[in-house]
Nanobody
Framework: QVQLVESGGGLVQAGGSLRLSCTGS????????MGWFRQAPGKERKFVAA????????YYEDSVKGRFTISRDNPKNTVDLQMNSLKPEDTAVYYC??????????????????WGQGTQVTVSS
């Protein structure tokens, strides 16, 4: 079992930055691919970014490439999402999630076994 708690959401103007953090407890973080997803009102939950178990490989949804950066610290059981140049369309509830380290379909919500409660990000125009 892994428990995940996100923090760092809030209200920011377009062009601004936010840093989301996810802290895990339970099994060691290094056992998991860690991902960030987001869900806007009335829409399905979608992939944003993921990191393999070591942090050596990272993956991004096309619309956030060059603006968002995922990073992890396994000894501290944390995974962060640095979000720069935010746009109103980035407004959503952001979730961190954990999938087994051997997961290859890191963009698929069904690959992830554990989820945080979510944190709201609102970008005003």
């Amino acid at each position: 079992q892994v428990q995940l708690v996100e923090s760092g959401g809030g209200l920011v103007q377009a062009g601004g930055s936010l840093r989301l953090s996810c802290t895990g407890s339970g099994r060691a973080f290094s056992n998991y691919v860690m991902g960030w997803f987001r869900q806007a009102p009335g829409k399905e939950r979608k992939f944003v970014a993921a990191s393999n178990w070591s942090g050596g490989n990272t993956y991004y949804e096309d619309s956030v490439k060059g603006r968002f950066t995922i990073s992890r610290d396994n000894p501290k059981n944390t995974v962060d999402l640095q979000m720069n140049s935010l746009k109103p369309e980035d407004t959503a509830v952001y979730y961190c999630a954990a999938a087994p380290w051997y997961t290859t379909s890191h963009t698929n919500t069904g690959s992830y076994d554990y989820w945080g409660q979510g944190t709201q990000v609102t970008v005003s125009s």
